[in-house]
């Protein structure tokens, strides 16, 4: 289990533009709003699950710097 893994890229209908949200949110039943990496809140009924095509460059960039963190370092193979 990596960083990356808790989190969601979605899709938002307000900006058509996919965004990375949190998996606690994601699976939480409970929550009517969503919020992406860049502040972006969406209400549940608006994001699609789908093939990511225009991802938010705010996201992106928080997404990337987990994946960093995740990457093995000082490793030779
Ligand atoms: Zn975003």
Do not use: I
Not at 23 to 47: G, I, M, T, W, Y
């Amino acid at each position: 289990m990596t960083a990356t893994h808790n989190y969601r890229w979605l899709m938002s209908e307000y900006d058509a533009t996919w965004h990375c949200f949190p998996s606690s949110q994601v699976d939480d039943p409970a929550r009517r709003f969503l919020e992406a990496s860049c502040n972006h809140s969406v209400p549940v009924s608006k994001v699609l699950d789908a093939e990511p095509r225009k991802l938010c460059p705010d996201c992106l960039l928080s997404f990337g710097k987990l994946l960093l963190n995740d990457w093995p370092r000082g490793s030779s193979h």
